[in-house]
């Protein structure tokens, strides 16, 4: 670990907001090496050709350091939580920018007895439920969560950025939102 990635996400935005470039550049650095791993294989294929990850990564930090001075932040861990949403709301964007002709039309045809449309189905319902549940967490659940399923980040880095004690706590805190999330997901199956 380099000497400045000691200094955690939420301090550099503070420092960041006061004016500090620096901050800003080593924040930058930082968060969007992670939502690159994060991006990567969340467009889906149809829609691949028109943006590719690094694309969605710099609008998303894009958007979300013009948006810096107003960012308040909720505690450790929720600017990447910010990140994440950002991303979603720009894959989103793409998808239903690739699904349309110029002319309204759809332009994906997908033949109905295809058994990847049920598949595909399953999957983004899957995904909704998913989205659902994380919003039913506490906020430092949910941001543990996300940053260890997905941003897949050691226990430790998770402990810096959730402000936890170690990285045992942070497994702790890791493992009861997941327990939570299960709970509300098998709820909302039935």
């Known amino acids: 670990m380099v000497a400045m990635d000691v200094e955690s996400t939420h301090t550099l935005i503070e420092r960041s907001q006061a004016g ?3 901050a800003r550049d080593t924040l ?29 990564v710099q609008v998303t930090m894009l958007r979300a350091f013009n948006q810096l001075p107003r ?18 709301n720009r894959v989103k964007e793409e998808l239903r920018r690739a699904g349309r002709q110029p002319d309204g039309t759809e332009r994906f045809d997908i033949p109905n ?33 996300i940053l260890r399923l997905e941003f897949d980040l050691p226990y430790q880095e998770i ?7 170690s990285s045992n706590a942070a497994r702790m805190t ?9 709970t509300v997901m098998d709820g909302e199956r039935g």
């Open 113 to 145: 007895d295809d058994p990847g449309v049920s598949t595909q189905l399953q999957e983004w319902q899957t995904l909704e439920r998913y989205e659902k549940a994380l919003e039913s967490l506490k906020p430092r659940s949910r941001d543990a969560v």
């Open 159 to 165: 402990a810096d950025e959730i402000g936890s004690p």
């Open 28 to 56: 930058f650095r930082r968060c969007s090496e992670r939502l690159r791993r994060w991006a990567r294989g969340r467009l889906p294929p149809p829609a691949r050709d028109i943006t590719d990850t690094q694309d969605l």
């Open 174 to 182: 890791v493992a009861r939102g997941l327990r939570e999330l299960a």
């Open 71 to 88: 960012f308040e932040s909720r505690g450790q861990g929720s600017f990447m939580a910010y990140l994440r949403t950002i991303l979603l």
């Open 20 to 22: 500090d470039d620096a």
